[in-house]
């Protein structure tokens, strides 16, 4: 168990790490890749279709009703901006920790993060209403001489998300430009030439703009990293800042952190998964990246079953019936059933990965991570409606039932996720190219020192 | 023909190792203005050109305590000056709750100063360059390793040059060379 | 004190270990005095001084485990420096029987006419009373000790006669070791901490108490090895290099640190329900908002500025300073939690402070220095030991 096992599997070379990334979006694309293209974006369709609609109509559409007056929006929104939390932490808090296994799986976590972060994005913003008066959320001036008011954790969210968004974005294209590059040498057709020769930014690889370049990312990643534990804090905050049972408790923002890893995790695994297999880049993301990134989704896990475990036990001693009364209702009350659903997801199913055998088996381990997926969406769905429809009011409560439009919305916002990674697969490099040369054997300037020297001395092109 | 003018020499070394010690070399001749290609980034290269630590750490550091103190002044300025509202007994100036906005625009500020000011120390995005004359060059993205000289070095000699490149083991070294066209483009 | 280089051993007649434990119970002895006179501020500076030596233990016993976890090769060198600060408390639970007569003095919860006529203290007394409590800590104590001596055992195995098998079963106990130890740390800090004011409660309260916790068992580590190193013991073992991670690791967990107690503070301060926004008010009123000042700024800000640009944290004797500083604002968290309690009108220092810090600390570091003079200073078999020692930040 001692893993020594290297970071890239097979005798690549440096050039034939190019040719292996950069030809996936060279040659002709697959046929699932027009296939699922074409299922993916007629889903984004009906996403874009239904917010027609709903700007037609207004928010009666969906579900929502008194008291839950935060449906499946607000759910969603959660589960996607959760999501968007692994790839920056793959980028940025494993880059500080010096975890090198992170190369493999970093550009593509990092474009799973800005589409999901998109996606969730547009919940937020369709569930205000009048989304014709969606600048109030700004800090501009307006008709009213009014400002937005800071001190609400609805505000805070804009600002969270939208600089999450703008700095995953920053993170994203810094990383790429050295592999922009590539591509700007290896174009054979003009456009290509002038399209990726302007992104690239006239890149040249010099030391000098290494150096910089170095810091830059170093410092991307020292900003994003207290950046992606603020932002999922946040979110909590909109639930947590409330007097709301089942809601307003201090573990929030560690317990919504943890989660978003949890569950972002599991999305880049379902991926990567599929990628690996469609594109034959298992020597590349090779099985010590999928234990890897088993055993964070445990850990997270155990964290999230910790904080679950924690709430039950604090209402209980609190001694506080709203707060117990919250709890017991989320176990056993009308909405058990998600409950139950969410404690065997996201507790249970993943302590199978305390097994090495089904940490390294990609079925179980596929199977595993869908399960997560489910898990965390029910998660969100227990926190916003088991709290609502039993407020403080017994004769208001009520029993929440999703429209037509909040299940074609969640899964068309599944479609607007993968039209956009499919198109990034299609067309970007999905691996970083320099980072991953630069973390094989050959890249260290001391490996040539000694015997090396003559025998793998040159690459051979 | 045109006449062609010699902007810069290149050199291509066989592997990382080989351009690391030709970086010690070249800083030891006294070599300023060149520079070592590498696909990605190499252990060891900023001491063996003698290159000094990156600024933009500082400067990352001042823009986002700016950024920070201008979320809070915005904050302030417009619940607690501009258009002061009582919201749930909050005071008017909660500076806790204006944490998260505050450290929102000291996370903007910093990061694009970081990327920003890269791009300003790197002098990028810069389309011509002399090493784009080169076919050669093509493979520094992808598995080559060069170092350039540019004719704006004050030991450059084309011949001289030249020689000490090959010496230091240099391989295919090439004149890099404009010509009078391109000049006259950029000249207008 | 001699050290030999090629064993990694130092020769000593244990003097030193001898010296600090006198002074110790010297200091023990002294604090003695403090009981008869005022048995309420005994205890509350007991409890204070006693939870900071455990929780440096707890922080050492989590070190272990996550480097197992983890694998990292840095850390290697200061593993031996490491398990010693966690072998050294399962022993705090010696200390926990005079506590035992305290509880009168410290916890409202255990007077029964107090439960009597508050229905709070009833709903939680299946949970707050003094025999399940009792068991309680000695749950917590049995799973550390097991813990601690396992990985202890282990390690010491390791130097006897290496192999891969060792460290595959000190991962493998880690693993679920640090689930156990989640769970024991949580509920430690409840009980020992939070029931202090039995009708307050947070559910972060077991983060924040082990945040400040490992950050405490960091700084002592940084103390112990520059100590060493002024000594000529470990010099180019402990190299610069360790410093610097140790840095940054002290620098991620000042701003946990600082995270878990904004996320506590801040959400019981936003929605404002007097019964829990009522210990805050206690640790604001009178001279307790300096201290609350302080700690802000000097467990996290102070720390914090000075830990982000590279130059103190390769600075061997800046990074000692600002060890020492941290301890202290530990140290001062754990006073800010319990003391106010006591004193709800404003900050007290008492002489037993010093004196049962001194005393507990005399003996607790006594027993790291046996643990750590016991054999060699490393784990000499570690097969990874040299590329440790080789460790590079660049």
């Known amino acids: 168990m001692l893993d020594n096992t290297p970071l890239v599997l097979g005798n690549e070379t440096f050039s034939s790490i190019t040719d292996h990334i950069s030809s996936i979006t060279e040659r002709k694309a697959p046929k699932q890749w027009y296939l699922l293209l074409a299922l993916a974006s007629s889903l984004a369709l009906v996403l874009f279709g239904m917010i027609g609609y709903l700007f037609w109509e207004g928010t009666g559409i969906w579900g929502i009703q008194n008291p839950v007056g935060w449906g499946w929006a607000i759910v969603n929104f959660v589960f996607w901006v959760g999501i968007g939390h692994a790839g920056t932490l793959i980028s940025a808090i494993l880059f500080l920790l010096r975890q090198k296994w992170r190369t493999s799986i970093n550009r593509f976590a990092e474009a799973m993060t800005l589409f999901a972060v998109l996606a969730a994005g547009i919940f937020p913003a369709i569930h205000v209403g009048r989304v014709w008066v969606v600048y109030y959320m700004f800090p501009l001036p307006n008709q009213m001489q009014m400002w937005p008011n800071f001190r609400s954790p609805l505000l805070w969210d804009v600002f969270a998300v939208g600089t999450y968004f703008t700095v995953s974005l920053l993170f994203w294209f810094t990383g790429l430009v050295p592999d922009l590059a590539t591509y700007r040498d290896r174009a054979k057709t003009k456009i290509k030439k002038m399209v990726f020769g302007i992104l690239s930014l006239g890149w040249r690889g010099g030391n000098r703009q290494w150096k910089h370049y170095e810091m830059t990312y170093l410092l991307l990643a020292g900003l994003s990293t207290p950046l992606v534990l603020s932002v999922h804090s946040v979110v909590s905050t909109d639930f947590a800042t409330s007097v709301i049972p089942g809601w307003h408790t201090t573990i929030f923002p560690p317990y919504f952190v943890a989660g978003a890893i949890f569950s972002g995790f599991a999305m880049v695994m379902t991926l990567a998964i599929i990628a690996r297999k469609i594109y034959g880049l298992e020597h590349l993301i090779t099985m010590k990246h999928l234990d890897n990134m088993n055993k964070i989704i445990l850990l997270t896990g155990m964290i999230v079953g910790f904080s679950y475990g924690m709430e039950f036990f604090i209402a209980w001693y609190s001694g506080n019936p709203y707060e117990q009364f919250a709890f017991v209702n989320r176990a056993f009350g009308p909405y058990a059933w998600a409950y139950w659903i969410m404690v065997s997801c996201n507790v249970l199913i993943p302590q199978l990965f305390w097994s090495r055998k089904i940490r390294r088996s990609i079925p179980a381990m596929f199977i595993i991570s869908i399960f997560v997926n489910i898990g965390m969406w029910f998660e969100r769905f227990v926190i916003v409606v088991t709290s609502l429809s039993r407020d403080f009011l017994p004769s208001a409560w009520d029993y929440f039932t999703p429209t037509i439009y909040d299940i074609g919305m969640f899964i068309g916002s599944f479609g607007l996720f993968f039209t956009l990674f499919l198109l990034f697969v299609r067309f970007l490099p999905m691996i970083s190219m320099s980072e991953v040369k630069g973390v094989l054997p050959q890249a260290d300037p001391h490996y040539y020192d000694h015997e090396h020297d003559t025998r793998k001395g040159g690459q051979h092109v | ?188 | 004190m001699k050290f030999d280089s090629q064993t990694y051993r130092v020769e000593t007649d244990n003097q030193l270990g001898f010296k600090i434990l006198i002074a110790g119970i010297a200091a023990l002895l002294l604090s003695a005095i403090g009981y008869f006179t005022h048995s309420k501020q005994f205890f509350f500076s007991y409890l204070v001084a006693y939870t900071f030596w455990v929780s440096i233990g707890l922080g050492g016993l989590f070190f272990v485990m996550l480097s197992h976890l983890t694998g990292t090769v840095w850390g290697i060198v200061l593993r031996r420096i490491i398990e010693s600060i966690m072998m050294a408390l399962p022993v705090m639970a010696i200390f926990f029987i005079p506590l035992i007569f305290g509880f009168h003095d410290l916890y409202h919860w255990s007077h029964a006419e107090a439960v009597a006529e508050d229905p709070l203290l009833q709903s939680k007394a299946p949970y707050l009373n003094v025999p399940f409590f009792i068991i309680r800590t000695g749950i917590y104590f049995g799973i550390w000790y097991l813990l601690a001596r396992k990985l202890y055992a282990l390690s010491l195995q390791q130097d006897e006669q290496p192999t891969n098998e060792q460290i595959v079963k000190m991962r493998r106990v880690s693993g679920p070791g640090m689930v156990l130890f989640a769970v024991t740390t949580a509920f430690a800090s409840f009980d020992w901490i939070m029931s202090l004011d039995a009708h307050w409660y947070s559910t972060i309260f077991g983060v924040y108490f082990f945040a400040g916790s490992f950050l405490g068992a960091l700084s002592f580590l940084v103390i112990v090895s520059a100590w060493l190193h002024n000594k000529d013991i470990l010099t180019g073992t402990i190299t610069i290099e360790h410093y610097h991670d140790l840095g940054r690791l002290i620098f991620a967990f000042v701003i946990f640190w600082g995270y878990m107690a904004f996320s506590q503070f801040f959400l019981i301060w936003y929605a404002n329900i007097p019964e829990e926004t009522i210990w805050y008010q206690h640790r604001w009123t009178g001279s307790w908002n300096i201290i609350s000042l302080f700690l802000v700024i000097g467990n996290f800000l102070i720390p914090f500025v000075l830990l982000m640009p590279r130059a103190i944290k390769r600075n061997r004797n800046k990074m000692f300073v600002l060890a020492i500083w941290i301890l202290v604002t530990h140290w001062v968290d754990l006073f800010w939690l319990i003391t106010p309690n006591l004193h709800h009108h404003g900050a007290h220092f008492s002489w037993m402070d010093l004196t049962l810090f001194v005393g507990m600390g005399g003996i607790f570091v006594s027993l790291f220095w046996k643990y750590l003079t016991k054999g060699a200073l490393v784990p000499v078999k570690d097969p990874k030991l040299q590329e440790s020692i080789q460790f590079s930040n660049a």
């Not at chain 2, 030891?28 to 063996?48: L, N, T």
């Not at chain 2, 302030?76 to 625009?105: C, E, R």
């Not at chain 2, 030249?162 to 391989?171: M, N, P």
């Open chain 2, 1 to 188: 023909m045109s006449k062609q003018k010699v902007v810069g020499l290149l050199a291509e070394f066989p592997h990382p190792g080989a351009l690391l010690k030709a970086a010690e070399k070249m800083r030891e001749a006294g070599f300023q203005d060149y520079d070592c290609h590498s696909p990605f980034p190499i252990h060891g290269m900023d001491q063996a050109m003698g290159e000094k630590r990156s600024p933009l750490g500082w400067m990352v550091g001042i823009l986002a305590f700016i950024g920070f103190t201008a979320g809070m002044t915005l904050e302030w300025w417009t619940s607690a000056v501009d258009y002061p509202l009582v919201i749930s007994g909050k005071p008017f100036f909660s500076y806790p709750a204006y944490g998260p906005v505050a450290f929102a625009f000291m996370v903007i500020f910093g990061a694009f100063t970081a990327v920003l000011g890269m791009s300003v120390l790197n002098k990028l995005p810069r389309f011509h360059h002399p090493v784009f004359y080169s076919d050669r060059f093509a493979k520094a993205s992808d598995d080559g390793f060069f170092v350039s000289v540019e004719n704006t070095d004050p030991q450059f000699d084309t011949e001289k040059t030249r020689v000490f490149l090959e010496e230091i083991g240099g391989q295919h070294v090439e004149l890099l060379l404009e010509t009078d066209e391109e000049q006259a483009l950029e000249n207008e």
